[in-house]
């Protein structure tokens, strides 16, 4: 089976807490490709971020960070000093080799961060 | 560039109506897809297009669903007859294709009622 599993729902914060959004995938393939998408309260959705599974390096963009283990097939994202803007639904996806450009989303995790 | 645009934003209609949703991708990409979301199943894929071709319909739900793309920068989502449980926001998203797994940009989607 190929697919994406997001186990948290949801999670809740207090502002300037660091939270860390969990990401496990399955897929036979070796060449496949992952993202994360936010989904504010406005409804629409924004890319955050792509890697590929030949690159491990985690990345960090301002108080982003993405965490890519192959080893356990986790795709993890943080978020350090969390801000009562970042309240949102964040996905994340997969896309297979052999799935042309489609995406398989995970059930997303509502993250609500109070002041 | 002004993004995924997506019309209505909003529709209201009643049981048995036809409802027509129209997409126009960002200029130059070459994939177009048609999402659902609902509390129930999350987000997933309808229709996939690649140079206008319907490449992959297998996540449309029945033959009330059918989905045109006549040039690359349109395309319609249309259901006939719309039934309550097709209620859902309906989002377009287009792409780059060209060596594989390239992000997706969403429009604002539509939210569809039917009472």
């Known amino acids: 089976a190929q697919k994406v599993t997001q186990a948290q729902t949801e999670i809740s914060v207090v502002e300037k807490e660091d939270v860390t959004l969990d990401c496990v995938y399955e897929t036979r393939d070796t060449t496949y490709y992952l993202f994360w998408y936010k989904q504010p309260p406005s409804g629409e959705l924004v890319f955050l971020i792509r890697r590929n599974s030949f690159d491990e390096q985690n990345e960090i963009s301002g108080r982003y960070s993405w965490n890519f283990q192959k080893s356990t097939s986790s795709f993890n994202f943080t978020i350090t000093a969390s801000q009562v803007v970042d309240s949102a639904v964040y996905f994340c996806?997969?896309?297979?080799?052999?799935?042309?450009?489609?995406?398989?989303f995970g059930g997303g995790t509502r993250l609500m961060v109070k002041p | 560039d002004a993004g995924v645009i997506q019309s209505p934003r909003h529709e209201v209609t009643e049981m048995g109506q036809e409802v027509t949703l129209r997409c126009k991708p960002i200029s130059g990409h070459n994939s177009l897809f048609w999402y659902r979301q609902t509390m129930m199943r999350g987000l997933e894929l309808l229709i996939y297009?690649?140079?206008?071709?319907?490449?992959?319909d297998s996540g449309m739900p029945e033959d009330r669903f059918s989905a045109k793309m006549p040039n690359a920068s349109f395309s319609t989502l249309k259901i006939q007859p719309s039934e309550p449980r097709d209620s859902a926001v309906y989002f377009c998203?287009?792409?780059?294709?060209?060596?594989?797994?390239?992000?997706?940009?969403f429009g604002q989607g539509t939210r569809l009622t039917v009472v």
């Open positions: 996806a997969l896309i297979f080799n052999n799935a042309g450009n489609m995406l398989t």
């Open positions: 297009f690649n140079n206008n071709v319907p490449i992959d």
């Open positions: 998203a287009s792409s780059l294709e060209q060596n594989g797994g390239t992000e997706a940009f």
